[in-house]
């Protein structure tokens, strides 16, 4: 109950002294009813009470699966109570990005990735440090109020860009990516595939030149030109 009860403590603005985000105490970038669901949850009382910047990680890497709330009761899942404990705690940028770059656990790196879109308030840095992930395609499992869903890495953190609400939280105000660039905080991105589909371009620039010299070749019914000596007669006669 005490953990309960230091958590109560750090959501009363008359008494918090800690970090602030955005002006304000980092847990409150949750909704209350979410909040009140997750300290009176067993996973935050049981799994959260102690933790530290190093600690956590140990819990993270138990993860086996993202989400927000879910079931009748909406109860919030470990990813969601982990989330509120790193807002909590508010590592050093040094430490968020230890737990992304983390290759060998991918729901290490979802969460951080969530975390930096709650908590990091530099626009441009938010998309510099998430975009190299839109390259990871690997599989995530995600609860939802209704069961269970699978997404990727990838979706994931093109989600956590382009969408305001994800895992049963209103995220902060994030300027488009164009309109950044027009500001030159941001460079143009290069896409992952920008190579592939070159070659695409490149590929149906020789098939429209293939289309017109089979055109006037006087093509037959399968495409290919017709060879000497076919004609509608010979056709007729197979």
Same mark, same amino acid.
Request: glycine share 6%; charged share 30%; aromatic share 8%.
């Given at each position: 109950?005490?953990?309960?009860?230091?958590?109560?403590?750090?959501?009363?603005?008359?008494?918090?002294?800690?970090?602030?985000?955005?002006?304000?105490?980092?847990?409150?970038?949750?909704?209350?009813?979410? &909040?009140?669901?997750?300290?009176?949850?067993?996973?935050?009382?049981?799994?959260? $009470?102690?933790? #530290?910047?190093?600690?956590?990680?140990?819990?993270?890497?138990?993860?086996? $699966?993202?989400?927000?709330?879910?079931?009748?009761?909406?109860?919030?899942?470990?990813?969601?109570?982990?989330? $509120?404990?790193?807002?909590?705690?508010?590592?050093?940028?040094?430490?968020?990005?230890?737990?992304?770059?983390?290759?060998?656990?991918?729901?290490?790196?979802?969460?951080?990735?969530?975390?930096?879109?709650?908590?990091?308030?530099?626009?441009?840095?938010?998309?510099?440090?998430?975009?190299?992930?839109?390259? =990871?395609?690997?599989?995530?499992?995600? &609860?939802? &109020?209704?069961?269970?869903?699978?997404?990727?890495?990838?979706? $994931?953190?093109?989600?956590?860009?382009?969408?305001?609400?994800?895992?049963?939280?209103?995220?902060?105000?994030?300027?488009?990516?164009?309109?950044?660039?027009?500001? =030159?905080?941001?460079?143009?991105?290069?896409?992952?595939?920008?190579?592939?589909?070159?070659?695409?371009?490149?590929?149906?620039?020789?098939?429209?030149?293939?289309?017109?010299?089979?055109?006037?070749?006087?093509?037959?019914?399968?495409?290919?030109?017709?060879?000497?000596?076919? #004609?509608?007669?010979?056709?007729?006669?197979?």
């Amino acid at each position: 109950m005490a953990h309960a009860a230091d958590a109560k403590k750090a959501l009363d603005s008359r008494g918090y002294t800690g970090s602030l985000i955005r002006g304000d105490n980092p847990l409150k970038l949750f909704e209350k009813p979410v &909040r009140d669901r997750i300290i009176e949850s067993y996973y935050w009382k049981e799994q959260c $009470f102690g933790l #530290n910047a190093a600690t956590l990680l140990d819990r993270a890497i138990e993860l086996t $699966f993202i989400g927000g709330t879910y079931g009748v009761s909406q109860r919030p899942t470990p990813f969601l109570c982990l989330a $509120f404990k790193m807002l909590q705690l508010t590592p050093d940028k040094e430490v968020i990005l230890f737990y992304l770059q983390q290759e060998e656990f991918k729901y290490l790196r979802a969460l951080a990735a969530f975390y930096i879109r709650l908590a990091w308030e530099k626009d441009a840095e938010v998309y510099e440090t998430l975009e190299p992930y839109l390259a =990871d395609s690997r599989k995530l499992r995600r &609860r939802t &109020r209704e069961g269970w869903t699978l997404t990727h890495v990838d979706e $994931f953190v093109d989600d956590l860009l382009i969408k305001g609400r994800i895992c049963a939280t209103t995220l902060p105000k994030l300027n488009p990516r164009v309109m950044l660039e027009d500001e =030159d905080k941001l460079e143009p991105r290069i896409s992952a595939l920008g190579e592939e589909l070159e070659e695409l371009d490149a590929d149906d620039d020789g098939s429209e030149g293939e289309v017109v010299e089979v055109a006037n070749g006087h093509a037959n019914g399968n495409g290919h030109p017709e060879e000497d000596g076919d #004609n509608d007669a010979d056709m007729d006669a197979d």
